[in-house]
Every structure is written in structure tokens, then in C-alpha cells.
């Protein structure tokens, strides 16, 4: 079982940095690949960014590609920089429902723990 609460949402203007945290508890959390998802006003969930067990390894979405890092050690982080309006949604952190796996999840079903979210605004 893991349990996560986001941290650090807020708003910010087109161009602005913020740093989301997610903190986790369980004695497992270092079993799981962990991923950053976002859902917008009037848009389904989608996937941002996954980072695996180790922190080796990270994927992410291309529209978030060069602007967001996720890293990890105790907890789950989300760097954004370079923000823009469109950035704008609520920001939810996922551990994997797959213990242990090998690569990195990074479609929604794959992810079974989620918290509560922390919403996340960008100013034009």
C-alpha cells in the first residue's frame, strides 16, 4: 500500500517556474516506477512524466518535453519551467500498480495509487 500527497501547486506567470512534490508513504514506495498525469478543465487525464524505481530511467510527454523534470529520492518531484497557459490542470501523482517492473508505465490503467492532486495555474 502507498499512500501520496501532492504539494506545491500555485499560480504563476507564462514563462514561470514551479516545483511539485509528492510525498509518499508505504515501505514499498521504492518498488514502484512513479509518474506525474494533469487534467485540465473540460479534458480527460493525461500523462506528463514517469521516472522507474531506480530514477535511471524517465519518460516524458512530448508537449512537456525540455520544460518538466522528474526525479526522485525519498519522495517525487515535478520541475516545470518555461511554463505556459496551457500548462494550466490539476497535477496528480501515481506509484504503479506493478511492483518491481521493468521499464516505465505511462498510461493511466497502469497506475493504481494516486493522490489527491494539486492544482496548478499559469497566468498569460
Known amino acids: 500500500q502507498v499512500q501520496l500527497v501532492e504539494s506545491g501547486g500555485g499560480l504563476v506567470q507564462a514563462g514561470g517556474s514551479l516545483r511539485l512534490s509528492c510525498a509518499a508513504s508505504?515501505?514499498?514506495?521504492?518498488?514502484?516506477?512513479m509518474g506525474w498525469f494533469r487534467q485540465a478543465p473540460g479534458k480527460e487525464r493525461e500523462f506528463v512524466a514517469a521516472i522507474s524505481r531506480s530514477g535511471g530511467i524517465t519518460n516524458y510527454a512530448e508537449s512537456v518535453k525540455g520544460r518538466f523534470t522528474i526525479s526522485r529520492d525519498n519522495a517525487v518531484y515535478l520541475q516545470m519551467n518555461s511554463l505556459k497557459p496551457e500548462d494550466t490542470a490539476v497535477y496528480y501523482c501515481?506509484?504503479?500498480?506493478?511492483?518491481?517492473?521493468?521499464?516505465?508505465?505511462?498510461?493511466?490503467?497502469?497506475?493504481?495509487?494516486w493522490g489527491q492532486g494539486t492544482q496548478v495555474t499559469v497566468s498569460s
Open positions: 501515481a506509484a504503479d500498480r506493478t511492483p518491481l517492473r521493468v521499464g516505465i508505465p505511462t498510461r493511466e490503467y497502469e497506475y493504481v495509487y
Open positions: 508505504g515501505r514499498t514506495f521504492s518498488s514502484y516506477a
